[in-house]
C-alpha cells in the first residue's frame, strides 16, 4: 500500500479526486498544480478530510522546476506513488474548422513532456529504493485517431506507449507502472468539449476503478469497459470506414 502520493493536476477534475481519495487515508501528499486558489482549495479540502499535504504552483511544462521540486520533496519524504495526471485538451473551435497550431502545441507540451517532467525525477530514487508505482493518465483517445483533436489523440497515444515501454524497463527493479485510460469523466475539460458524452461518470467513480487497477497493477486501465472496448476495436478498423464512420460523431472544443 502506497504512503506517500504525489498527484499533478491536483487542483481539478480526477487529481483532485485522486487526491481526496488519499487523504481520507491520511496518506502524505504532494500536489502540483497551476492554479493557486484551486490547488489551495484542494489542499484545504485535503487537511479535513485527513491528509498531510504539501503543495507546489508549477506548470508541468516547467523541466527544471519540475525536477528541482520533486526531486527534493523525493530525498525528504520517498514517494511511493505518482499520478502523472495534469493535461490540457484542444480541438476544432466552435467557429473553425481544425484545432489552432498554438492550442495543439500545448497540448503535446504538457501532455506528453510534462508526464516525462513528473516520472524521470522519480525513478532514480525508486529504482534504488526497488518499489513503488506510476500511474500515467492517458485516455481512450489514445485507442482511436479523432478528426477534432489530433494533437490530444497523439498526446494520449504517446504517454500510453511510454507507459507501457517502461512498465517493461521497470519491472526488474520492483517498480510498477500501469497507464490509465477513462473515458467520459465530468471534469472541467470535459464541459469544454460539445457532442456526445457517452458513459459519462463522476470523478469519484473513475478514482473507484483506478485505484482498483493499480492493486492488480494492471499494465492499462480502461474504462468503462464496453466503451473502451469499442475505441480499441474502433481504432483498428481500416481508415476509409473508420472515417465514415466518425462522419457523425465531430465535435467541437472551446476555449
Given at each position: 500500500m502506497a504512503g506517500t502520493v504525489l498527484i499533478t493536476g491536483a487542483s481539478s477534475g480526477i487529481g483532485k479526486a485522486l487526491a481526496h481519495h488519499y487523504a481520507r487515508q491520511g496518506r502524505a501528499l504532494a500536489l502540483i498544480g497551476r492554479d493557486s486558489a484551486r490547488l489551495e482549495t484542494t489542499a484545504e479540502e485535503c487537511r479535513r478530510l485527513g491528509g498531510n499535504p504539501h503543495c507546489a504552483l508549477i506548470d508541468v511544462r516547467e523541466r527544471n522546476a519540475m525536477a528541482e521540486w520533486i526531486g527534493a520533496f523525493d530525498r525528504a519524504q520517498p514517494v511511493?506513488?505518482?499520478?502523472?495526471?495534469?493535461?490540457?485538451?484542444?480541438?476544432?473551435?466552435?467557429?473553425?474548422?481544425?484545432?489552432?497550431?498554438?492550442?495543439?502545441?500545448?497540448?503535446?507540451?504538457?501532455?506528453?513532456?510534462?508526464?516525462?517532467?513528473?516520472?524521470?525525477?522519480?525513478?532514480?530514487?525508486?529504482?534504488?529504493?526497488?518499489?513503488?508505482?506510476?500511474?500515467?493518465?492517458?485516455?481512450?483517445?489514445?485507442?482511436?485517431p479523432l478528426p477534432d483533436?489530433?494533437?490530444?489523440?497523439?498526446?494520449?497515444?504517446?504517454?500510453?506507449?511510454?507507459?507501457?515501454?517502461?512498465?517493461?524497463?521497470?519491472?526488474?527493479?520492483?517498480?510498477?507502472?500501469?497507464?490509465?485510460?477513462?473515458?467520459?469523466?465530468?471534469?472541467?475539460?470535459?464541459?469544454?468539449?460539445?457532442?456526445?458524452?457517452?458513459?459519462v461518470m463522476p470523478p469519484e467513480r473513475a478514482v473507484d476503478r483506478i485505484v482498483a487497477g493499480l492493486a492488480r497493477n494492471r499494465p492499462v486501465i480502461a474504462f468503462p469497459f464496453f466503451f473502451a472496448l469499442a475505441t480499441r476495436l474502433h481504432g483498428l478498423m481500416p481508415d476509409r470506414l473508420r472515417r465514415f464512420i466518425l462522419r457523425g460523431t465531430r465535435f467541437t472544443v472551446a476555449d
Open positions: 511511493d506513488l505518482v499520478f502523472a495526471n495534469a493535461g490540457l485538451m484542444a480541438g476544432t473551435p466552435p467557429d473553425g474548422h481544425i484545432e489552432p497550431a498554438d492550442a495543439g502545441h500545448g497540448v503535446i507540451e504538457t501532455n506528453v513532456l510534462g508526464v516525462l517532467n513528473t516520472v524521470q525525477p522519480l525513478l532514480p530514487g525508486m529504482m534504488e529504493r526497488r518499489r513503488g508505482q506510476i500511474a500515467i493518465v492517458s485516455s481512450i483517445a489514445a485507442f482511436i483533436s489530433p494533437s490530444y489523440c497523439a498526446s494520449k497515444s504517446a504517454v500510453l506507449s511510454y507507459g507501457l515501454s517502461l512498465r517493461a524497463a521497470l519491472a526488474p527493479h520492483g517498480v510498477g507502472v500501469s497507464v490509465v485510460c477513462p473515458g467520459y469523466v465530468t471534469t472541467p475539460m470535459m464541459m469544454r468539449e460539445s457532442g456526445p458524452k457517452p458513459f
